[in-house]
């Protein structure tokens, strides 16, 4: 299939496009574990992308769905489970199992960085301590029960590790928070502006087909499809002075498309193989 596709944004020193490693390099290593965030990392991922969501006990983990029955042997909403209980939880072994079937590797000599739940704080860790600059896109999850308090801790934690400070000069902040909710994204402006935040779009309702966002938002995130039907809006975003971040863009013919409509980054599940495409490694 083809796309009616315009010219490419051509604005001179645009810089290459960020590559982020959606869920870690979630193609090789089960999705949200450290495993998945170490490999992204040494496949030159400029970027991590993570979903965060709030333990009964208060601490934010790295967990896409709001049950963890998918990507897990266990059962349960996370937003009432303690971190203590999903400690005890394998999640990694369902994707050995979706690859090998029955010859999936014993699961006594398993990797505890692809089995074990990850906080994002020992997230935050990795990036701190990577030998180059590594930038983590930070989703949270909405509805939940625990409403605002997901905001307050998460400018909680990334204050702890500087986050929070005002860009120093050239240099952008190297976390940003990304939503389809626009009160989550006025919640963090209001309690720490110097995070950049990202709004993400399912579907281009019509009063944003301009390329305009919610009040404070500098960053549209629309699904790939968004770009396959409306390949212009790439180009509306930027004339109204917004990157775009375009999530979750697999397939080769998708990151030629982004390519050519001149996005600023792409989510992708594949990080090495991306960059590969776009000879950026």
Known sequence: MTYARPAQDARPGRPAISVVA?????????E?????????IEDGADALECDVRLTADGHLVCVHDRRVNRTSNGRGAVSALELADLATLDFGSWKDEAAYGDEAPDRQ??????TSVLTLERLLELVADADRRVELA???KHPTRWAGQVEERLVELLGRFGHTEPARGDRTSPVRVMSFSARSLHRIRTAAPGIPVVYLMQFLSPRYRDGRLPAGVGIAGPGIRILRSHPDYVAKAHRAGHQVHVWTVNDAADVELCQELGVDAVITNRPKQVRMQLGLG
């Open 22 to 30: 959606h869920r870690g390099a979630s193609e090789e290593a089960p």
């Open 109 to 114: 000599h398993e990797d505890p960085e692809r």
């Open 32 to 40: 949200h574990t450290l495993a998945a965030y170490r490999r992204a």
């Open 138 to 140: 930070i989703e949270t």
